[in-house]
């Protein structure tokens, strides 16, 4: 379990790990030394969103159907949304679906 201290110092990281690719990486430099629990949870969630981002881009590439791209893009916001909204409450919650995976894949990233 996390304390509230972890939380706190943990937490920008979190944040900025959800705002670009780049901040993903940018978060793991940041939370290179010390590693801090939190932030490390949410920088596998975030870049996972991010990575699943630009795969689905790359499928959904060749449909000419604004349903399509419509669902796409409220399913990648949403589960988004979801893990920052984790991250600014100070929360580890996995994102819907796929979180969990992510948590496996990136394991020894951060």
Do not use: C
């Amino acid at each position: 379990m996390l304390t509230s201290e972890q939380i706190k110092e943990g937490k920008s990281t979190a944040i900025v790990a959800y705002l670009t690719i780049i901040g993903a990486v940018i978060a793991i430099f940041m939370n290179s030394e010390p590693k801090n629990k939190f932030a490390s949870f949410h920088i596998r969630q975030a870049l996972g969103v991010h990575v699943l981002y630009f795969l689905l881009v790359a499928l959904i590439s060749g449909f000419d159907s604004w349903l399509i791209s419509i669902a796409f893009w409220v399913f990648v916001f949403t589960l988004w949304i979801y893990g920052f909204l984790g991250a600014l409450q100070g929360r580890k919650t996995i994102v819907p679906l796929v979180g969990e995976y992510f948590q496996k894949w990136f394991k020894n990233l951060a």
